[in-house]
């Protein structure tokens, strides 16, 4: 069976990996996207014109066309737990099968929100910036976590590990997620005001959908304390840009650390990154060796389960699946 692997060969390298490769290789035919460019949906057309299965990067979109316009394609594999770029009704409705890898990126996230909060209590990004262009660093007095209030708003896999982590660094937290059950010692399960009005750090963890779109906006920035700092390592699409650069801007929160933003390949924003009580990173919470290759040994595997014609764990619309070897 032959697949095709749409990652460019830098994101081949960094967000697949050899290991990976030689086990997709071993079982079937690969494909290589070998252009530094992503495929839109006339590239991926022509490129899994002789294929079975699509094994996509997150910025591969899965676009309705896809499907109709490839008859042979079977299974559509994402290598990544996002799929909100990939219609899959219109899979559905051809008869294809839509994947998922889990997260395995759940400690590798919230050690970097743990970063994040020690940054931004601390001015190290701040003081090593002044250092790197030889100026005098201000001093600044800082805060420890120790005692301080985390609030974590969606309790999650990764909202879960995070607090497991803080409650061992002695902070208070509190968890906003109207969907969650909280029931370890410890935890105050609230509603978003509240945690939004007491916490000292809050990370937003929630799930990204119709829902949660601009859950951080005017009215929940003007909740927070002014000494406050808030986190986002879930997606862009739950804050209002606008709101938050002016909440900044004005100092009515303390400063903002994000490793996601709105634009496709989910990078921060730079009119948000640019700003001096931010810190930003280009979206490397789980840009690590272990993260990496959990999700991506996971589509091996879903593509071995695919090839013997039975649906793997990750898949989204089994019921639907016609297309089966």
């Known amino acids: 069976m032959k697949v095709l692997l749409t990652h460019t060969p830098q994101s081949r390298a960094q967000y697949y990996g050899e290991r990976s490769l030689n086990g997709l290789q071993a079982i079937a035919q690969v494909k290589l996207h070998e252009s530094n460019d992503a495929l839109d949906a006339a590239g991926l057309i022509e490129a899994a014109d002789d294929v079975d299965i699509i094994l996509a990067d997150r910025l591969t979109a899965g676009a309705s066309e896809i499907f109709s316009a490839l008859p042979n394609l079977r299974a559509f594999v994402r290598c990544a737990v996002d799929i909100r770029n990939i219609d899959v009704d ?45 100026r005098k660093p201000e001093i600044i007095m800082g805060r420890q976590l120790a005692g301080s209030r985390l609030g974590i708003i969606g309790y999650g896999s990764i909202g879960r590990y995070l607090a497991q982590i803080a409650r061992v660094m002695s902070m ?24 939004l009005a007491r916490s000292d750090f809050v990370v937003c963890l929630a799930v990204a959908n119709e829902q949660t779109e601009n ?36 100092n009515r929160i303390a400063g903002a ?16 990154a640019k700003l001096p009580n931010v810190i930003a990173t280009p979206h490397i919470g789980g840009l690590t060796p272990p993260a990496i290759e959990s999700q991506s040994l996971e589509t091996v595997r879903q593509v071995e389960k695919i090839i013997t014609g039975e649906a793997p764990v990750g898949a989204v619309n089994a019921d639907r699946w016609m297309r089966r070897p």
Do not use: W
């Not at 051809?94 to 990126?105: E, I, Q």
């Not at 002014?226 to 650069?245: M, Q, T, W, Y």
């Not at 650390?257 to 948000?272: F, I, T």
């Open 172 to 195: 208070e937290i509190l968890i906003a997620d109207p969907f969650a059950t909280v029931g370890e010692q410890g935890l105050q399960h609230v509603p978003l005001d509240d945690l």
């Open 215 to 250: 859950l951080i906006g005017q009215a929940a920035l003007a909740c927070m304390q002014k000494h406050a700092f808030f986190i986002n390592l879930s997606r862009g699409n739950l804050v209002d840009e606008a709101a938050l650069s002016a909440a900044l801007r004005e």
């Open 257 to 272: 650390a994000m490793d996601v933003g709105r634009a496709l390949d989910q990078m921060p924003s730079p009119e948000l």
């Open 90 to 134: 219109a899979a559905s409705a051809a008869g294809v099968l839509v994947t998922r890898a889990g997260p395995g990126f759940v400690q590798s996230v919230a050690e970097l929100a743990v970063g994040f909060m020690v940054d931004l209590s601390r001015g190290v990004s701040r003081a090593t910036a002044d250092y790197h262009s030889q």
